[in-house]
């Protein structure tokens, strides 16, 4: 008998990645709440005034992945070099019903970890991640371990590049930047949220922010800032990640605009 809990496709996790980039300004004309969990509203109701829209979005667009998925049979959207842009008008495609149904839980050993996702109750084995800068949220959902990570593309002091990047590094960022300020932020940006994004892979001896000076981004290819800077195209690569205890090959998608940097990180190629 079908039931609204009960799957239109197969259970198997679909292969592959999709994600989603929802903006806090699209939340502002409806109440929102009403697609959260009790347990999801406990733990809005900690969350700080300032964060709050933002923590929303980000648990909006993993629930909408997931409810797409769910639903379809299939990804929410082509999984290949796409990342959709959610908006209030899109939301509304699935019920409120639907997305309480869909939790998006922090896992039970602790608060500051990578959350887990739960439909009608039940622990579901699809790995998602977020992400929230300054209005913007992202979610991904994938069958393997990926990270999602977005960050505004801002200037730093002159000390926290020299001590956050390797010579390398700064390197391969001047190349590419070529002498134009602004890109080299963005470049900056774009190799912090390739660190970030390896921290929440949890594939990685490094596992606190302080340590993220510890990793390596290698074997960059060469980019222009218009090859990602289209919002809704994602650049594919691979990489590889160097700590002082071995070095993980990875595959990353890349998006952004002038504003802010996404990246997305999966360890094995094709999935993202
Ligand atoms: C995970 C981490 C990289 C997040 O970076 P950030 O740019 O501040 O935050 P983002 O918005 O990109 O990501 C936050 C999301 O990542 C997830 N997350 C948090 N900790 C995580 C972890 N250890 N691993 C994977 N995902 C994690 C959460 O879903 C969180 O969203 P939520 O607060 O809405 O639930 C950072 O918090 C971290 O390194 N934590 C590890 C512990 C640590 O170093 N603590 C000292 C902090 S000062």
């Not at 509203?41 to 769910?70: C, D, G, H, N, V």
């Amino acid at each position: 008998m079908y039931t609204p809990c009960t799957p239109r496709s197969p259970q198997q996790v679909p292969e592959g990645c999709t994600a989603a980039l929802l903006e806090s300004s699209e939340l502002l004309n409806a109440d929102y709440t009403t697609h959260l969990s009790m347990s999801e509203l406990k733990r809005l109701a900690q969350i700080s005034s300032t964060r709050k829209l933002e923590w929303l979005a980000a648990r909006l667009a993993a629930k909408y992945l997931f409810l797409s998925q769910f639903q379809m049979g299939q990804p929410a959207v082509p999984r290949e070099n796409h990342l959709v842009k959610l908006t209030s008008e899109r939301l509304r495609r699935h019920s409120a019903w639907m997305y309480r149904n869909v939790e998006v839980l922090p896992p039970d050993e602790g608060q500051d970890e990578k959350p887990v996702l739960t439909w009608c109750g039940a622990r579901r084995n699809e790995n998602i991640s977020l992400s929230h800068a300054a209005g913007i949220s992202c979610a991904s959902l994938s069958a393997t371990p990926t990270a999602i990570d977005i960050e505004v593309a801002t200037s730093r002091v002159t000390a926290f590049y020299r001590k956050t990047f390797t010579t390398a590094e700064r390197k391969w960022v001047n190349a590419s930047a070529r002498n134009n300020d602004f890109q080299s932020r963005w470049f900056f940006t774009l190799l912090w949220t390739l660190k970030e994004s390896a921290l929440k892979l949890k594939m990685l001896s490094t596992a606190t922010l302080w340590q993220l000076p510890r990793l390596e981004i290698k074997e960059l290819p060469d980019l222009r800032f218009d090859d990602t800077s289209a919002l809704d195209h994602l650049v594919s690569f691979p990489i590889r990640i160097k700590e002082p205890q071995g070095e993980l090959p990875v595959q990353v998608a890349v998006a952004g605009t002038h504003e802010w940097v996404l990246t997305v990180m999966n360890s094995r190629p094709g999935v993202v």
